[in-house]
């Protein structure tokens, strides 16, 4: 059981209200000393988020929540608060909802620091640099010409980066601050009875250039190094970006990059609509199972069973001396292929990320926040995560997969 009381709220109707990390819960029912409470919002913005708590001695403790769809309104508790417990006479002469919140956040944010408007303004400090528990977590601050690379990650998370046979690796360009351009981040699995593909190293980037990627895995073999880790992944799972596939081909020698098969679909339907395409392909069933057939490839046993001319022929280009030049393919076979990843049991997608990528959006609220703001969230995150290493190093039993999610995995 979790030791956070929560904040009972009093309500202008009488209703039971409960304050949860700044989201604001309704009483959905209760059994005996067991709470359940559903958010305000689940009827106008259709928010799932839930929660369960545990009277002990006119006290509320959290057992149990879920994420919301929307970013928490710690101020609105607050408000609903002052304005439940004036009298008639006091309420005529308060200032409106919407100036109360102002002066709320106003007051909150007295000593927070002024956000940077350029990365040459911008600095951390110490209490920044630390994980909520004191831990070193800024490893690395690095610059590169005009741009800027801060690297977060822990030795414990480096040790089960280093045990991880696959990683994966995905950058998000909507939760970011201003300044800078993405927050990517390395995904690994940590495994015992049971496993889970979590983020192990946060990485804020103001460019997804080459030699952006190729400083900030320099800067974490060296830091490994001084850690006495080796990071030798066996495969690295990204998307088709060229940059990102360049710069892990460079620092790590005996590695295998794969390929998104989801974005390998995509970009197969892109290249449909590009070519003026689509509506034969929604019309065409014919025409519409053949392209189905390029990303199907993928399934093939390249190494095993050798494509034969008859069924797959190469793109080639005839020269007037009548020699055939073979290009080299943008991305081989062996980038899309997953074969692989089905032998070696690892995803063939980055569904794991692009999941994580919706919690942390709804974790942060905004598109564009302050860097002062997302680098705390980031240590908010750092810390849920160590908790949940612990928990799959302890054996502790993970909640049970809903039986549609078991029945998928069994078809696939």
């Not at 059994?31 to 106008?44: A, M, Q």
């Not at 690796?169 to 927050?183: A, C, S, Y």
């Not at 990059?257 to 609509?273: E, I, S, T």
Request: net charge positive; with cysteine.
């Amino acid at each position: 059981m979790n030791n956070l009381i929560c904040e009972t709220i009093s309500s202008t109707r009488n209703k039971d209200k409960i304050n949860i990390h700044g989201y604001i819960m309704l009483k959905d029912k209760n059994r005996k000393n067991l709470y359940y409470w559903r958010c305000e919002k689940y009827k106008t913005l259709s928010c799932y988020g839930c929660a369960t708590t545990l009277l002990i001695e006119d006290q509320h403790y959290l057992k149990k929540a879920l994420d919301h769809n929307h970013a928490a309104e710690a101020s609105r508790a607050v408000i609903q608060e002052i304005v439940a417990n004036s009298s008639q006479e006091i309420y005529l002469y308060l200032p409106s909802h919407d100036a109360l919140r102002q002066s709320i956040k106003r007051i909150c944010h007295i000593n927070i620091p002024t956000e940077p408007q350029s990365l040459e303004s911008f600095n951390i400090s110490e209490n920044m640099k630390k994980t909520l528990d004191g831990s070193n977590f800024l490893i690395r601050d690095s610059t590169i010409g005009y741009d800027r690379i801060l690297i977060f990650i822990t030795v414990e998370n480096l040790k089960q980066l280093e045990i991880s046979s696959f990683w994966i690796m995905d950058g998000t360009f909507k939760t970011v601050p201003i300044i800078f351009n993405q927050l990517y981040t390395i995904h690994g699995c940590v495994e015992n009875e049971n496993s889970c593909i979590m983020p192990l190293i946060y990485t804020l980037m103001s460019s997804k250039s080459e030699e952006c990627y190729r400083r900030m895995f320099q800067n974490l073999i060296e830091y490994s190094e001084e850690q006495n880790i080796d990071l030798q992944p066996q495969f690295i799972l990204t998307d088709f970006e060229k940059a990102i596939i360049n710069a892990t081909q460079a620092e790590f020698q005996n590695m295998q990059n794969k390929g998104c098969h989801f974005h390998l679909v995509q970009n197969v339907y892109r290249k449909v609509q590009h070519s003026g395409l689509a509506t034969h392909y929604g019309t065409n069933e014919e025409f519409s199972l053949l392209i189905q057939h390029i990303p199907a490839l993928a399934f093939y046993l390249l190494m095993k069973s050798p494509l034969h001319s008859t069924n797959l022929k190469k793109t080639c280009q005839l020269r007037r001396s009548g020699n055939i030049v073979r290009h080299l393919p943008l991305f081989p076979p062996s980038l899309w292929s997953v074969t692989d990843n089905i032998e070696h049991a690892f995803p063939r997608t980055q569904n794991p990320v692009e999941a994580w990528h919706r919690r942390w959006k709804i974790l942060v609220g905004n598109s564009y926040i302050g860097v002062f703001k997302i680098i705390k969230e980031i240590q908010k995150e750092q810390n849920q995560i160590k908790m949940n290493i612990e928990s799959i190093l302890r054996s502790i039993p993970r909640p049970l997969q809903k039986k549609k999610d078991r029945e998928c995995e069994i078809r696939i």
